[in-house]
């Protein structure tokens, strides 16, 4: 595909308004559709053309990419053109689970639609900028002819032929993100409660969450590995005993401890199955066999 080529984006919300300004920068004449038409206003600005309905917005481009809320309005939107889509590639960067993105690339090659499904690592601001990067799975072949066009969004990362994997990956990484938002809001009620000052916290939080994470590829080969026993300078024993005193600081100082409880019945677990020499990581084979 040429740097001039054809695309469609379809849904034009915060996301999808970022990728379609991103082709326009990148030069690709862009069709854009919106259920709520009015969305498409300062992209026609940027000079894209907006299509009267799917089908024309469909037919306009080979590349087609899908940015709309969540699976059920993919298929709404997308259902009623399939015979248009025949023999495009469609590309779908909707959020959703890696069964939706599977049973979406079973309808896509019943209709003869090349389909690669999607997951955005980056808010809509990041789009185009070194801090995006932007997963994929499924046809491999009409990946990397479009792939020139899709790294203007960011980063692209090939996870795989399985549709379902860029899919698993974007979960993870969301999960990852919430487990670490659940930690600060606990953190940011807890010291709230004797008024810290946010100025002198907030650079001791951030500092202490990075020095935790670089952590992770130790925690990833362990998890491979399935040995918890390997470096170990923390051990499991010690932070079951420790993690009571979160517990008991959130209660006397007034804060739910909901986020964090979950972690206390799996690090006692850990010990009581005669984990407590090696890591916490060993609460990763834990999740593996829920209780
Ligand atoms: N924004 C973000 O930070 C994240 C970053 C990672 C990826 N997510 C996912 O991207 C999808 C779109 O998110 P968004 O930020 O663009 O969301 P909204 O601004 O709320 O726009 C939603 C668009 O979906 C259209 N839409 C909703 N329901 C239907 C439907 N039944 N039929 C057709 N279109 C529908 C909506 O249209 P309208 O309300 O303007 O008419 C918007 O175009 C999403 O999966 C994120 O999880 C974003």
Redesign the pocket.
Known sequence: MSSNSPVTVL???????ALATAFLTGGHPTTVW???PG?ADPLLALGATRADGVAAAVTASDLVVV????H??VH??LGPVAAELSGRTLVN????TPAQARETAGWAAGHGIAYVDG??????PGIGTDQAFVLYSGAEDAFAAHRPALELLGAAHFAGADAGLAALYDIALLSGMYGMFAGVFHALALVGTEKVPAAEFAPMLTGWIGAMAAGIPHMAAQAESGDYTDGVVSNAAMQAAAFGNLLRTAEDQGVSGELIAPLRPLLDRLVAEGGGAGDVTGVVELLKRPA
């Open positions: 849904g034009l919300g915060a996301m999808g308004s919106n259920r709520t969305k940015c709309l809320l969540d059920a309005s709404e939107t960067l909707t959020n959703g997951g955005i690592m980056a808010v809509p």
